[in-house]
């Protein structure tokens, strides 16, 4: 660990070594002083302290689970979370409050959604010359309120790029009760598509390919953003009964990057399940949950 004191006026007060004047960087000792011992993950920390403005700190001070008593179940709740479990049955299997599992969701996708954001910034320098996108739907509360998960993935790695979530309104029969319910929904998708391609727009250069199905609005955003990338519109296929609608009943899928990366979320997200009573009940809890499923799937899933 580096040794670095916590106090951000470290630098500016007057050293207990050399009282008449200001310290500088360089002039800072850090020794140790002890240790303690951290009974949840049963582990000796060391304690040390800084002779230049008197305080003491430990090993941890600096670490992102500072101060936090049950740090050793973000592991494993990030884990369960991309597992199929909900919330409840989470706080059950490890013995905790479900306000703790609540407070470390939040905590988990932050943490997660900061990574994600570096990762971009990283693909930056090697641009992917491939990539697929497509929407896929579920709802908030009830299905009279839909919701569209706007996805790109890369067809080479199936690595997750990016997803918006945006409301949408009812369609077929549902179009009706649901204005009669809740009112006039507006459509957000294009806000959606708008804000997924311009986080795309670094990680692709000219002459990429990107490959979708044949829905008439994707091509004016696809412009709008990305000039240069060669816009490829697959007609649409029947969905198979083992992939739940996602995978294709196709010899051949020229989409199946995606279509499986979709599959796979139906598959690992409670709340996508085909038939659940794990419903979101508010957009913001889709996001925080689909950023926790993308760092598995980009770190674990697709690379074990």
């Known amino acids: 660990m580096k040794r670095r004191c916590p106090n951000p006026n470290c630098d500016r007060q007057p050293s207990l070594l050399n009282p008449g004047g200001k310290s500088s960087p360089g002039s800072r000792l850090i020794v140790r002083k002890g240790s303690f011992y951290r009974t949840r993950d049963r582990r000796f920390i060391t304690k040390y302290h800084c002779k230049n403005c008197g305080r003491h700190f430990s090993a941890s001070t600096h670490s992102p689970d500072y101060r936090q008593k049950k740090r050793d179940l973000n592991h494993v709740v990030a884990q369960l979370f991309s597992s199929g479990v909900s919330q409840r ?9 479900p ?31 491939e990539i697929q996108f497509d929407d896929l739907e579920t709802f908030e509360h009830t299905k009279c309120k839909p919701l569209s998960v706007s996805l790109a993935v890369s067809k080479n790695t199936r690595e997750i790029l990016g997803f918006q979530v945006s409301r949408m309104p009812a369609r077929g029969k549902l179009a009706e009760i649901s204005r009669r319910k809740y009112g006039y929904r507006k459509d957000e998708r294009p806000n959606g598509w708008d804000l997924l391609f311009r986080t795309l727009k670094p990680v692709v250069h000219s002459g990429s390919i990107l490959e979708s199905d044949q829905n008439p609005h994707y091509p004016r955003f696809i412009k709008r953003h990305l000039k240069n990338v060669d816009h490829i519109a697959h007609p649409g296929a029947r969905g198979a009964i083992t992939g739940q609608g996602e995978l294709k009943k196709l010899v051949f899928d020229p989409l199946f990057a995606l279509n499986h990366t979709c599959a796979m ?40």
């Not at 939040?106 to 930056?124: D, F, G, W, Y």
């Not at 690992?268 to 760092?295: A, Q, V």
């Not at 770190?299 to 074990?304: A, F, N």
């Open 89 to 97: 049955r989470m706080a059950i299997l490890l013995r905790v409050n």
């Open 99 to 129: 306000k703790t599992i609540v407070r470390k969701f939040r905590m988990v996708a932050a943490r997660a959604k900061a990574e994600h954001e570096s990762r971009l910034i990283e693909l930056a320098g090697t641009p992917i010359s």
């Open 265 to 304: 979320l139906r598959a690992n997200l409670n709340r996508l399940f085909r038939r659940t009573w794990c419903t979101t009940k508010k957009p913001e809890g889709l996001i925080d949950h689909l950023y926790i499923y993308l760092r598995y799937h980009n770190t674990v899933l697709i690379r074990s």
